[in-house]
């Protein structure tokens, strides 16, 4: 099988801080092969064509979360996606950094919001005051419970794939709501009361309008949707979470059955 | 927290005095008049049954349009400024509403 | 604006939702002319049944329907989580909403056309 050469229009969204007014779209040609990765298609642009291309990468496998960039409109890892699934019938793929973060410079975007939102979840586990006689046994369906929100790599394309975040003020954003469920839900965790009165507020879970923009974007296929819902409904019934989260402290040491 | 319930109690409660409201009043549609609405409207309880709609659709409804207004960072300072006139809207319409409701009454 | 069926079905939500509160208001201000007898509620309400306010109607009915079963579709993501279903969810609101405005709206355009 050849792998013959095929040639994409890369449109790409610039902006020099030190030169430019505001952004603007430029246009390079890139040949590419079907195993050709839309980061390939930067590296290949800022080796040979204009050194200026600014971008984060690092890993380049889709596990550190520097990539995420907004591609034909919609927010992805560039590392991991094909180049040849997002060329158009004009045979063009426009790259923008992600929306609604500042521009620090063409496709890197200003992440502070993002972090300082992911802070205000306390996204550490807060263990029980008492000092544990041995270690905790958790069972495999609590772990699984988990395991979607434990995945998150934290790279920045559902919240700013978010409306809300992107016409409210403080909302807290998908990506906190997520791990602030994860601590939540998690039975080694004893701050369930101040994380749910963190985010069970106007400004948290109950700021979300539904509308999944989070899930679409999630490179990993992660539900923060349904995360934010879960953490309504314990919001809600807090008490007697809490006391349930009590109870299981207190077998946490023993077998798992 | 609370306004979220209020919405979601109150839209519960509208699925059925809004299909009610539908068959009743507006199907199969006919020229609306005082002497139509009058017949029904004497009867106390749809007295009662209108007041908790409205007394709904209010709820729902105002929340509602707090909600969005305070979803807009531009909007949101002046969050207290909005709750007021939100609930001030509220007591008007209900007040002039159910007066309205209790009203209803052969004419002499 | 990132532009997805979501954001679609929510900015239609938003709108619909807005439409009507306004519609409410002016609504109980209208019907309110009852304290004022039968001759002052039958003049407001003949300026409200007029053939242009009839197709208004059917708008109004399509704002109600559809923002009524997009609610409806919100309360089974709130209570049942069903976000994998999601887009089908969506186009089943959409479809229904067409189906119910169809139903209603051609008896109030038969009823409009007949007493013109």
């Not at chain 1, 879960?230 to 109870?247: G, H, P, S, V, Y």
């Not at chain 2, 979220?4 to 199969?28: E, K, S």
């Not at chain 2, 209108?50 to 807009?72: M, Q, R």
């Not at chain 3, 009915?61 to 994998?84: E, I, M, P």
Request: hydrophobic share 45%; with cysteine.
């Amino acid at each position: 099988m050849s792998d013959t050469q095929k040639t994409a229009s890369v449109r790409i969204q610039r902006f020099n801080p030190e030169k430019d007014h505001k952004p603007h779209f430029q246009e390079f040609t890139v040949s590419y092969t079907r195993d050709m990765t839309l980061l390939d298609a930067l590296h290949e642009i800022k080796s040979h064509q204009d050194g200026t291309l600014t971008y984060r990468r690092s890993c380049r496998h889709a596990i550190c979360g520097s990539c995420a960039m907004n591609v034909n409109g919609i927010n992805m890892l560039v590392c991991n996606t094909p180049i040849k699934e997002h060329i158009n019938r004009k045979g063009m793929v426009t790259i923008k950094p992600l929306p609604y973060l500042p521009i620090i410079k063409d496709l890197v975007v200003d992440r502070t919001k993002f972090w300082e939102q992911y802070m205000r979840v306390k996204p550490w586990l807060i263990p029980s005051p008492e000092v544990p006689e041995k270690e905790y046994r958790i069972s495999t369906e609590e772990v699984e419970a988990l395991n979607k929100a434990e995945t998150c790599i934290m790279c920045g394309a559902c919240y700013s794939a978010c409306t809300v975040v992107g016409t409210s003020e403080n909302y807290i954003g998908p990506h906190a709501l997520l791990k602030s469920f994860l601590r939540v839900l998690d039975p080694r965790d004893a701050g369930a009361a101040e994380r749910l009165e963190e985010v069970g507020t106007h400004e948290g879970a109950y700021r979300c309008h539904t509308i999944f923009n989070c899930i679409d974007a999630c490179p990993k296929k992660l539900d923060p949707t349904k995360a934010i819902e879960t953490l309504r409904n314990l919001a809600q019934k807090r008490l007697a979470f809490e006391d349930a989260k009590k109870k299981r402290l207190t077998t946490i040491t023993k077998a798992v059955e | 927290m609370r306004i979220f319930q209020i919405q979601r109690v109150t839209a519960v409660a509208l699925l059925v005095f809004m299909t009610i409201h539908m068959i009743v009043v507006h199907y199969p549609p006919f020229h609306i008049d005082f002497s139509i609405i009058v017949e029904r409207m004497v009867n106390p309880v749809w007295k009662v049954v209108e007041i908790l709609f409205l007394l709904s659709v209010l709820l729902h409804g105002l929340s509602g349009a707090y909600v969005v207004l305070t979803d807009y960072k531009q909007v949101s300072k002046f969050k207290k400024a909005l709750a007021l006139v939100v609930i001030v809207a509220g007591i008007v319409a209900f007040s002039w509403g159910t007066y309205t409701i209790i009203s209803w009454r052969l004419p002499a | 604006m990132y532009k997805t069926t979501g954001f679609v079905s929510f900015v239609l939500r938003r709108f619909t939702g807005v439409v009507l509160v306004l519609y409410l208001l002016l609504h109980i201000w209208v019907i309110g002319s009852a304290v004022s007898g039968p001759e002052v509620f039958d003049q407001r309400l003949n300026a409200v049944q007029t053939p242009l306010f009839k197709i208004a109607e059917i708008a109004l009915l399509a704002a109600v329907v559809y923002h009524a079963f997009d609610g409806v579709r919100l309360l089974l993501v709130n209570w049942f989580k069903v976000t994998d279903k999601r887009k089908n969810l969506f186009w089943a609101v959409f479809i229904v909403s067409a189906l119910m405005v169809i139903a209603g709206g051609v008896p109030i355009l038969l009823f409009m056309l007949e007493s013109k």
